[in-house]
């Protein structure tokens, strides 16, 4: 039982780790003195950071070589993010691009596709965005309304709305779920495609949440023109689509735990910094019940590691980590407010912007209810709940809610 | 990166659950809470056979040289079926003797388990309470230690005090501990059968549990020359290994809770198909994940990062006591009425679980000591 890099992992680390001692210097400043402050500016340093990343090898290391990747493994992944860490420098801008959707093309996609998207995708040339959620299909994603009528001369009109979507206020592309036959049960008229977000039709309006400021947008399609080679996957396949990279959010999310900042050492520090708080019983209490959570979700992340270097593939239980994590930060978030008071609430503190983002946080990638259900049931074994939507059509589904509405 | 098991773990594991299996512990359990201690099978002789007392005594004196996590891995299989074995008690105890060069020669009987330790709880200062404490036998006051006199030519001393609640006490050969001499800790081992020496056998709500009230009244001891930090260190692998023993006690829990709620039907389903029966159940879970993780956090850092280990060992205890805790209510809850009878085994587990969070300084003291350790690690970064 070790936690070492193997000679292999070493050699990679310390590759990294001098590419990054050359280069650190020309990454954008984010924090503290010198720091960038118009967000077009970050935008494009970031971007351009990221195209640096990407002819050094530290972006898409998990991308096969004739897509511009490295071809190597997970473990050689999180080494890299480790070393991206522990250089105090940002990492790629387009995380759910290069981590989830590029992936997802490199498994479904056409030729065409894959050398038309994936280079300016891994260097950060077109940023991308994942529309899948709508406003009523979140848990339930197959239920997606967005529409897409095959056209007499074999191309597309879409018209829907999306939600939840990270990036769009910049993204160049996005990878749309929509359906495209609604008189077969839900799971089987769907169908995956790619879309411009400049494209004619298309509507991209910043979602402010609770802190205040947009990290999310609503995107409307209003008849957006798409053309045949749109598609990803096949016509009709969008739900198995779906789920490769549904797939890769789960390797993201086990992998990426701490990498959210939520971690014991950082709110341990907080209240160390209050010399009473230090030695309250009951802060002292609820400090340790929260770390001892935070730790434990670090070492399921090493055994999930583990896993991954024997060539398993997490399952849903790696949603359990994300459930610790989310809720311990909510549970500190709380601690410290109630030991710094109001001042913990100022517009400028941390914590004021950690405690609004974590309850949209709980329903990010899964609710905790969903991730629950799904947990119990390919985990534990359960019985799923009863359905009333398998093998209706779609058509016939919304004309009951209409109905019941 | 490699936390995953090796063949020899596997095997060692896979051995002490075939051989805990050839006995009915939970019958035996609820037969001793109806009076007949009798009924308790004395799994030492399998303990013995099995090298289990030897564990963590190096190959040098006839032990097995194995780690922590080996040990805990037995632990848990102890606790996967309620079985009473003298290991909590026996194995912080040879730790200690272990680094004592003084003490080898009891060593090897103890290897055997020919002879049986008991280690006599002795907490150490944190970064609120400078001094070193015994658990009391009642109320939140902490106890001295027993105090030590003069070092006699030999290498003796003697002891009074008294420790309450104490693991495995009952019919040890050997009790190691800690005493203040002149305000500084030092290891002892006292034979139990010596005059001065009382162990009184206590059973509270967990017939399972052997626990002593040990008193001490001039009685004669081995100064052990063991570290300081060796002294520190049994108190965590204390922690480590009760918390082993609950996460293998958690295992079992859910698997029998899950199996009922696969089978029970009501209103037309199976229970486990409503949300409010799988959450709970995914809740056990998720808390029994995160302490085997810590299981493993604890058992990586005693070798590969010493200092952290009294961070993760409480931290395990921690986890694992609220997992078995919640375990066993939500046991009881899944199975409705039934499950709060005698006929079923959920009030063994919940019994287990209430007693053994109030042991080895309880389970709050635990979580407080995470605390302690992430507030002076983040005063010295």
């Known amino acids: ?405 | 990166m490699n936390l995953s098991l090796s063949d020899e773990q596997v095997f060692l594991r896979e051995a002490a659950r075939g051989a805990l299996s050839r006995f009915k512990t939970f019958e035996a359990a609820r037969e001793a809470l109806d009076g007949d201690e009798s009924a308790l099978p004395d799994l030492w002789p399998v303990a013995c056979e099995a090298g289990w007392p030897g564990l963590l005594i190096s190959e040098e004196h006839d032990g097995a040289g194995l780690d922590v996590f080996d040990a805990m891995l037995v632990l848990g299989e102890c606790g996967r079926v309620l079985a009473s074995v003298e290991l909590l008690g026996h194995l912080p105890a040879t730790a200690i003797l272990g680094d004592a060069p003084a003490a080898a020669e009891l060593l090897p009987g103890l290897a055997s388990g020919e002879q049986r330790a008991a280690y006599l709880p002795a907490r150490p200062p944190d970064d609120v309470e400078g001094s070193w404490s015994a658990d009391p036998a009642h109320g939140l006051e902490r106890a001295a230690l027993a105090s030590a006199g003069a070092t006699d030519a030999d290498g003796r001393v003697r002891l009074n005090g008294s420790v309450a609640f104490v693991p495995d006490a009952p019919g040890a050969q050997v009790l190691v501990g800690v005493a203040l001499q002149d305000g500084r800790p030092i290891g002892v081992a006292i034979q139990a059968e010596d005059p001065g020496v009382t162990v009184e056998s206590v059973t509270r709500y967990d017939s399972t549990r052997s626990l002593g009230h040990v008193t001490l009244k001039d009685a004669p001891a081995t100064v052990l020359d063991a570290p300081e930090e060796s002294l520190a260190g049994a108190w965590h692998l204390a922690q480590a290994l009760i918390a082993a023993e609950s996460i293998g006690s958690v295992e079992t829990a859910l698997d029998v809770s899950v199996s009922y709620a696969k089978e029970r039907f009501t209103f037309g389903r199976a229970i486990g198909s409503y949300q409010a029966i799988k959450h709970s159940l995914t809740e056990v879970l998720r808390q029994l994940e995160n302490g085997r993780s810590l299981l493993y956090y604890a058992g990586w850092a005693r070798m590969g990062a010493p200092a952290e280990f009294p961070l993760a060992a409480n931290a395990a205890r921690s986890v694992a006591s609220r997992a078995l805790d919640q375990a066993a209510r939500t046991m009881i809850s899944v199975h409705g009425g039934t499950g709060a009878t005698w006929e079923h085994d959920a009030p063994l587990y919940f019994r287990r679980a209430e007693l053994s969070r109030r042991l080895l300084g309880g389970a709050s003291d635990a979580t407080d000591r995470v605390a302690g350790e992430l507030l002076t690690q983040a005063s010295a970064a």
């Not at chain 1, 008849?223 to 993201?252: F, H, I, K, P, S």
């Not at chain 1, 849903?316 to 913990?344: S, W, Y």
Request: negative net charge; aromatic residues 6%; charged residues 25%.
């Open chain 1, 1 to 405: 039982m070790d936690l070492d890099d193997t000679p292999e992992q070493a050699t990679y680390r310390t590759k990294v780790r001098s590419w990054l001692e050359e280069h650190k210097s020309e990454a954008p400043v984010l924090q503290g003195p010198g720091a960038l402050e118009d967000e077009d500016e970050i935008i494009a340093a970031r971007r351009a950071w990221q195209g640096k990343l990407a002819e050094g090898g530290l972006a898409g290391v998990t991308w096969p070589k004739e897509y511009g990747g490295q071809g190597l493994g997970p473990i050689e992944q999180v080494i890299c993010s480790q070393e991206i860490a522990r250089a105090g420098v940002p990492g790629i801008l387009d995380a759910i691009g290069v981590g989830m959707l590029g992936p997802t093309i490199i498994a479904n996609g056409t030729d065409e596709q894959k050398s038309r998207y994936l280079g300016p995708m891994l260097h950060g040339d077109e940023v991308w965005c994942q529309l899948f959620s709508e406003p009523a299909a979140g848990s339930d994603l197959a239920a997606v309304q967005t529409r897409a009528r095959l056209q007499e001369d074999g191309s597309w009109r879409l018209t829907g709305q999306k939600v939840w979507t990270t990036n769009a206020q910049f993204a160049a592309y996005g990878l749309l779920l929509a359906r495209t036959d609604a008189d077969v049960p839900k799971h089987k008229g769907l169908t995956m495609f790619v879309v411009p977000i400049d494209g004619a039709g298309v509507t991209v309006r910043g979602l402010r949440q609770i802190s205040g400021e947009a990290e999310f947008n609503e995107v409307f399609f209003d008849d957006v023109a798409l053309d045949a080679g749109a598609v990803v996957g096949g016509v009709g396949n969008g739900w198995g689509t779906a789920l490769t990279t549904l797939m890769y959010e789960r390797v993201t999310i086990g992998l990426g735990g701490e990498g959210m900042g939520y971690n014991s050492n950082r709110f341990a520090a907080a209240i160390a910094s209050d010399k009473h708080a230090r030695r309250d019983r009951n802060v002292r209490h609820q400090l340790g019940e929260i770390s001892s959570e935070l730790l434990a979700v670090r070492f399921t992340g090493y055994r999930t590691l583990t896993a991954l270097q024997k060539g398993q593939i997490p399952g849903p239980e790696a949603g359990l980590a994300k459930v610790t994590i989310v809720n311990g930060a909510i549970k500190a978030g709380d601690l410290i407010a109630d030991v710094f008071g109001p001042d913990a609430l100022a517009d400028d503190s941390e914590w004021s912007y950690m405690i609004s983002f974590l309850p949209g946080l709980k329903s990010a990638g899964g609710t905790e209810e969903i991730l629950r259900n799904t947990i119990g049931e390919r985990v534990l074994g359960l019985p799923p709940e009863p359905r009333l939507d398998k093998g209706i059509p779609f058509s016939e589904l919304r004309s009951k809610e209409a109905a019941a509405a």
